[in-house]
């Protein structure tokens, strides 16, 4: 069993910055990708941002320049930091850790954490 704890959420006002956290404990013997989705009201979750293992990182589109994905492969931790957020950035975040390179569909989850980017 592998275990994930998301921290970091809150509210902020437009153009601030958040960074979240993942820590994964458990059962872990391999990493394959670390990453974060998120989703808003009413909609489907959707891809933000990446880390495979050797470094390489995919980012949606609507993030690209404003959202750093990192990784402490020490910690089995991975971040997110995000900048010049918008209130369309408002959503709940989820980390996901894939171990065996099958797709986060496949992977574990944590919880999530409420992001919300109001004036």
């Known amino acids: 069993q592998v275990q994930l704890v998301e921290s970091g959420g809150g509210l902020v006002q437009p153009g601030g910055s958040l960074r979240l956290s993942c820590a994964a404990s458990?059962?872990?013997?391999?990493?394959?990708?670390m990453g974060w989705y998120r989703q808003a009201p009413g909609k489907q979750r959707e891809l933000v941002a990446t880390v495979i293992d050797g470094g390489t990182t995919t980012y949606a589109n609507s993030v690209k320049g404003r959202f750093t994905i990192s990784r402490n492969n020490t910690k089995n931790t991975v971040y997110l930091q995000m900048n010049s957020l918008k209130p369309d950035d408002t959503a709940v975040y989820y980390c996901?850790?894939?171990?065996?390179?099958?797709?986060?569909?496949?992977?574990?989850w944590g919880q999530g954490t409420q992001v919300t980017v109001s004036s």
């Open positions: 996901y850790l894939d171990s065996r390179g099958l797709g986060p569909a496949f992977g574990s």
């Open positions: 458990g059962s872990i013997f391999s990493i394959f990708s």
